[in-house]
């Protein structure tokens, strides 16, 4: 049902530890990567997990994924990681593929500030195009009639701020994007973001 029709979804299951979160998004991912949920066709699944330091590491989840889906190892000078992440990203855009990728791979933390794509950036100007292009870049993943992506995220109660932010922009312009977003975590996270509103929050408790 997350992927019925190519209409967006989301889902975010907040439990204790030890109440079965991680066994029921493997049942998910294996059934939506083979094809064999609700006979439907395999779908990309993005699979990233906050840690226990994610606070400290600002917009994690991103460079984690980044990380996942581009092959960059924790043993990769700066230079190398750059090098993949843009390589990576820049043939998902239909024009300027290069500004693109480095918007995304600033905003993780890649450190792409020499370029001249990104010159004369503000951090709130950045983070709105490094958003903008994520979302763009999601976009390119279902092009050409494939299932919409599925991103899970686990033990979202870890995530740093600015991932939240990301979460919560993905979710307030789900209409726009094919995707489907599933997210795990423990109730301790709504102490962290008490006042947003939770019809629009990233950490919405739909189930348990």
């Known amino acids: 049902a997350l992927l019925a029709d190519r209409q967006p979804r989301s889902l975010t299951l907040l439990a204790e530890a030890g109440l079965g979160k991680s066994r029921l998004l493997r049942e998910l991912i294996t059934g939506l ?30 460079r984690s994924l980044l990380a996942l889906q581009f092959g960059v190892a924790d043993t990769d000078s700066a230079e190398a990681a750059r090098q993949k992440v ?34 004369g950036l503000g951090p709130r100007l950045l983070r709105d195009q490094a958003f903008a292009a994520f979302c763009a870049y999601l976009q390119s ?49 709504l102490l962290r973001r008490l006042g947003l509103d939770l019809e629009q929050a990233p950490h919405q408790a739909e189930g348990v």
Do not use: K, N, Y
């Open 33 to 62: 990567s083979t094809g064999h949920a609700a006979d439907a066709a395999p779908c990309r699944v993005l699979t990233v997990r906050s840690q226990p330091d994610g606070p400290l590491r600002p917009w994690g989840l991103l």
């Open 86 to 119: 843009e390589a990576g990203l820049s043939p998902c855009f239909a024009e300027r593929g290069a500004q693109q990728a480095q918007l995304i791979g600033q905003l993780a933390g890649l450190d792409f500030a020499d370029s001249p794509h990104l010159r």
């Open 141 to 189: 993943l279902a092009a050409g009639g494939a299932a919409p992506p599925l991103l899970v995220v686990e033990d979202l109660h870890w995530a740093d701020e600015g991932s939240l932010d990301l979460l919560q922009h993905l979710q307030a312009h789900a209409a726009e994007l094919p995707l489907a977003l599933v997210m795990t975590g423990r109730p301790a996270l």
